[in-house]
């Protein structure tokens, strides 16, 4: 098989990262003998420089011929002075926008090699926990109407949350498929004492739930949420939650598995194409470096495989080889804790030689 793979390589260590990825799949493809095409799209800070906006006309019809895509990271402390429509983040929320992608899977797995990476006490991560938290993506504080006005105490600024049936319909029938293929179990998480989008959300997750007898669905306020990640994460299974209270809450999961450097995502729509990205930042301090952790970027080409183009034996492979890695002892430097350290070239030497 072929497949077309747009890049979007980015800022900092992104196009380290993303090179890694690639590696491995060029390599994965070599072992299957399927053809993966790369072709590279500017975005972020690098498209500033070269065009003066986040997010050019050409990356989005690359992205959209293409037939999924792989991003790196983008933004860093030489943009953060722009207006907010030209800062590097806004061509995230623009390529989601043009993309159609309403869904964002993160999933937050204590891998058995890691668990003394984690942060939490041995007795309450002694036995794992593999979390996927689904974010929606496309709706929400993050896209509603916002500006600058004077008000009564001078300059104020606002932001709107809002959600329609349909966002929060798409968005849930997602989550309790995933629950029914994983544990049956789902958490819908809002703010439903305060927020009047919550009310609404919690009350379509309620009637969806009629729908998927087979799943147990709960509801809980999002700053119980928060506490109960780190109380007792084995107790989730799926999470479902709006933009913002995803955005919060799977960075906070991605710190109780160790390293932020592990975790991908995938963002997905109507179609099989997909944006898979790291959900860690651009790290611009370790930029060149050749330091970076590339596992979130090598585990997000891996869902890409299982998502966009079906291949679970491949994807697998993939999880596979980094699972043998870390058994071995190998780290980066974000695990390493002053220890001889792999390189992100060497690290990725290793994950392919396990394939």
Same mark, same amino acid.
């Given at each position: ?42 975005? +972020?800070?690098? =498209? ?6 986040? %997010?050019?006309? &050409?990356?989005?019809?690359?992205? /959209? !011929? ?27 929320? +623009?390529?989601? =926008? ?6 964002? %899977?993160?999933? &937050?797995?204590?891998?058995?090699? /890691? !668990? ?27 896209? +509603? ?211």
């Amino acid at each position: 098989m072929k497949y077309n793979i747009g890049l979007l390589r980015g800022d900092g260590i992104g196009p380290e990262i993303v090179d890694s990825a690639v590696r491995v799949l060029e390599a994965v493809g070599k072992k299957y003998g399927h053809e993966f095409v790369f072709t590279p799209y500017d975005i +972020g800070g690098v =498209a500033i420089d070269k065009y003066g906006i986040p %997010l050019p006309e &050409a990356t989005v019809e690359g992205c /959209l !011929a293409s037939d999924s895509v792989l991003l790196g990271a983008v933004g860093g402390p030489k943009w953060d002075t722009l207006p907010g429509h030209l800062r590097p983040e806004k061509a995230l929320l +623009g390529i989601r =926008a043009a993309m159609g992608l309403f869904t964002n %899977l993160r999933p &937050a797995k204590l891998y058995p090699a /890691l !668990a003394g990476e984690c942060p939490l006490r041995e007795d309450i991560v002694s036995e794992g926990f593999d979390i996927m938290i689904v974010r929606e993506l496309t709706g929400g504080i993050y896209f +509603g109407e916002r500006g600058v006005r004077e008000g009564k105490y001078g300059e104020e600024a606002y932001d709107t949350e809002c959600y329609s049936r349909m966002e929060i319909e798409r968005i849930a029938r997602v989550a309790f498929e995933a629950a029914r293929l994983r544990g049956k179990k789902l958490t819908s998480i809002d703010k439903a004492n305060v927020l009047e989008s919550s009310r609404l959300w919690r009350k379509v997750v309620h009637e969806m739930a009629l729908e998927y007898p087979d799943v147990e669905c709960t509801d809980m306020l999002v700053d119980n949420a928060a506490m109960q990640l780190v109380r007792n994460p084995r107790q989730f299974d799926v999470i479902v939650t709006s933009n913002m209270f995803g955005d919060i809450l799977s960075d906070e999961a991605s710190q109780i598995t160790g390293s932020i450097g592990m975790l991908p995502s995938a963002s997905l729509g109507d179609t099989t194409r997909g944006l898979y990205e790291p959900i860690h930042g651009s790290a611009p301090d370790i930029a060149g470096q050749n330091k970076a952790n590339p596992i979130a970027t090598i585990l997000s080409a891996a869902m890409m495989l299982l998502y966009s183009f079906g291949l679970t034996e491949e994807s697998d492979a993939i999880v596979s080889a980094v699972d043998k890695v870390l058994n071995m002892g190998l780290r980066t430097a974000d695990l390493a804790h002053g220890k001889p350290a792999l390189t992100t070239v060497e690290m990725t030497d290793k994950i392919i030689e396990n394939l």
